[in-house]
């Protein structure tokens, strides 16, 4: 068996004691933020002044044609790429893929990674200030994928581009990944749709249920208006990761990397001690709740349940029709909770000649398309030098 990291159990999560996420007055690190102003949401009413926060590599040509968008995960943002810092506690979540003579080459593409709408790390969110100073907390509007890929859109008028060459996104990333060549046909050459769907699945929607149960029971969430008190939900919102965190793992990872070990210097046989696997939990629990909302976490896991591209447009085949960009899916072969099937039904519904599958071999299961990274970037470099 592979040698295990030793993870210690944090306190910090039980206490409650701070919001995660970007708040105002932070370091800004290396985000840039662009007022949009209102946005017209899909399930009626407006959202007022929105901001958005973006990262950005490269120099975008005078056509506005040579932009490449990258689409984050539930809790990731649009550090893709790039060193921790001040105010950006992580490195990029795809680190090593930017850059010139990289994957994405910097001296040919302008990459462009925004927060998503909703989130905490510079986008307008739950914990952002509403009109009359306060954070938004319960008032903040429910808001759909569809949503995410509208304000992107209106990004992207602010940055001049007129149409990208690839939308490359995994997970809640693919959702919006693949709404944006049906949402906006004209401006989208590819799509990368990694370890993603076309709708989210009864077994997705039910995997999110007892998430967003465990953070709207722990006592602190105050209906979601916690922002102010300083004592942020922490325990559901660690909960809720450690649930998540299992579906993004293969069995059979877990199985060789922890077996039925202990942890070191622990004993869970009745001495109140951990399994190997239940501090690994425990170390990617304490690690989100330090960066990230709570609030932020139910309202993008209510808009990944709210994913369904057939949705008011007459089923899959039809809202794929509308579809002009050719669309390279990528599914990961121990993903449990994307399982393969719905890349392939995805491909196998799109237009002809326009869809391909590649099914990424890989143990790690639905974490494969993060942490596979030189397959990743060979799929990407191959899907822009195809188009």
Known sequence: MADRPTYSS???????????GWREGDPVAARKFVDIGAVELERGG????????????GTLNAAGDNA???????????????????????????DGLIGSGRYLDTDKWYVVASNVLGGCQGTTGPSSPAPDGKPWGSRFPFI??????????????????????????????????????????DRVESAVVLASTAYATSDQIAWCAPQITAIKSDP???????????????VG?????????????SEYELATRFGREAQPGEEPLGGGGRYAIESYLDHHRDKLVGRFDAGSYVV??????????????GGLAAALARVTAHLHIVAV???????????????????????????????YGHDGFLIELDMIGAIVKNALGAD
Do not use: C
């Open 10 to 20: 944090s306190d910090a999560v039980r206490r409650g004691t701070h919001v995660g």
């Open 46 to 57: 407006v959202l007022p002044s929105v901001r958005v926060a973006y990262e950005s590599w």
């Open 68 to 94: 490449v968008m990258i689409e984050h995960a539930l809790t990731g943002d649009a550090h893709v790429d790039g060193p921790a810092a001040e105010g950006q506690p992580t490195p990029g979540w795809w």
């Open 144 to 185: 759909t994928i569809r949503d995410q890929v509208r304000v992107e859109a209106l990004l992207a008028d602010q940055l001049r581009i007129a149409k990208f060459a690839a939308v490359i996104g995994g997970s809640m990333g693919g959702m919006r990944a693949i709404e944006w060549p049906i949402m906006y046909p």
């Open 220 to 234: 602190l969430w105050s209906g979601g208006d916690y922002y102010e008190s300083g004592d942020a939900p922490t």
């Open 237 to 249: 919102l660690g909960i809720a990761r450690s649930i998540a965190h299992v579906t993004y793992r």
């Open 300 to 313: 993008l896991t209510e808009s990944m349940n709210s994913h369904d591209i057939g949705r008011g447009r």
């Open 333 to 363: 072969s121990t993903d449990r909770l994307y399982p393969v099937r719905l890349s392939e039904e995805l491909v196998k519904v799109a237009p002809k000649g326009k869809g391909d599958l590649t099914i990424l071999d890989s143990p």
